[in-house]
C-alpha cells in the first residue's frame, strides 16, 4: 500500500515536472504554440479541417470590413458569439501567408436579454494601453460567485464599447472584458449565451494566452520604451507574434456544429447561484 502511494506520488512528481518543462519551452513557430495549447489549454474544441477553413475566411472578411490590416505576424483571438457555437478561437496571421489555426475552447459571450445584460458587439476590437489590464481578486460576490476567476487570473480590458441592451431598445455603453470566470459554477456552463457582454473563458485559455503574451503587442511596445508593468507576470514566455485583436463574429448557424456540443446539462437547486455576473 506505501508502495503504491509512493507510485502515485512519484508519477504525480513527474507529471508536474514534464508539465513545466513544458512552459519553459520557448515557443518558435505557430506549430509549436498550437502543440502548446492541445497540451495545456482544458477543455479544448476540435475543429475539422473544413471548419477551419470556414473560420479563416469570416476572420479575414472581419479584419477587412474593419480596415485592418496584417502587416506583421501576430496572434489573433477570434470569437464566434453564435447561440449554437459559442467559441474563442487563437489564430496566427501573417502578412501574404495563409493563417494557423492554434487551438480553440467553448465561451460563453453576452445573454441578449434580461436587465443589464448586453449582447456582446461584432466587431474588431483592439486590446490597447488606453484601458490598463487587471487581476482577479478572488473574492466571492454577492451571490457567490467569483466572476473573474480564481485570485490572479488576468482580466483583458478592451474597454468601452456599444452594445445592445437585453432589457430596452437600442445601445449603451458597455465594458468589454475578456475573462476567465467561477470554475466551481460557470466554467462547466461555458458553450451558452450567459455573460452581461464580457466574454468568458476557461481557466486554462486565460493563463494560456497571458502567459505567451498573446494579447500583449501594446505592452511589449511600452516596455521596449522602457516601461513596465506590474500586471506583467515575471514568468511570462511571449511568442515572436504578440497580438492585439479580438475579433468577434457571427456565424448565423441554426443549428450546433458536432465539434461544439452544448455543455453538459445539470440541475440547478434553489440554493444554487444562478449566472448573474459578467
Known sequence: MRA??????????????????????????????????????????????????????????????????VTTAQIVVLVDRSAF???????????????VFIGAAPASTGRPSG???????????????????????GTLNSIGIRGYGDKGMRVFDFGWVMGRR?????????????????????????????SKGCIRIPATLNRFIDHYGLLDAAYDDAIAAGRSFWVLRDDRQPTPWPGRYLV????????????????????????????GTC
Open 4 to 69: 503504491a502511494r509512493l507510485s502515485r506520488a512519484a508519477l504525480a512528481l513527474l507529471l508536474a515536472s514534464a508539465a513545466a518543462a513544458a512552459l519553459a519551452q520557448a515557443i518558435t513557430t505557430p506549430q509549436e504554440l498550437a502543440t502548446a495549447f492541445a497540451g495545456q489549454v482544458r477543455p479544448r474544441l476540435e475543429l475539422p479541417v473544413v471548419e477551419q477553413a470556414a473560420y479563416a475566411a469570416l476572420l479575414d472578411d472581419a479584419l477587412r470590413d474593419h480596415g485592418v490590416r
Open 115 to 137: 436587465f443589464e445584460h448586453f449582447e456582446t458587439p461584432l466587431g474588431v476590437f483592439e486590446h490597447t494601453l488606453a484601458n490598463l489590464d487587471f487581476r482577479a481578486e
Open 248 to 275: 468577434v463574429i457571427e456565424s448565423a448557424r441554426s443549428a450546433r456544429p458536432a465539434w461544439s456540443p452544448a455543455p453538459g446539462e445539470r440541475r440547478v437547486s434553489a440554493a444554487e447561484p444562478g449566472p
Open 85 to 99: 457555437v459559442q467559441a474563442a478561437m487563437l489564430w496566427w496571421l501573417a502578412p501574404g501567408q495563409a493563417g
Open 166 to 194: 437585453g432589457w430596452a431598445p437600442g445601445e449603451q455603453l458597455m465594458r468589454l472584458q475578456l475573462h476567465a470566470t467561477d470554475r466551481r459554477w460557470l466554467e462547466p456552463r461555458l458553450g451558452r449565451r450567459e
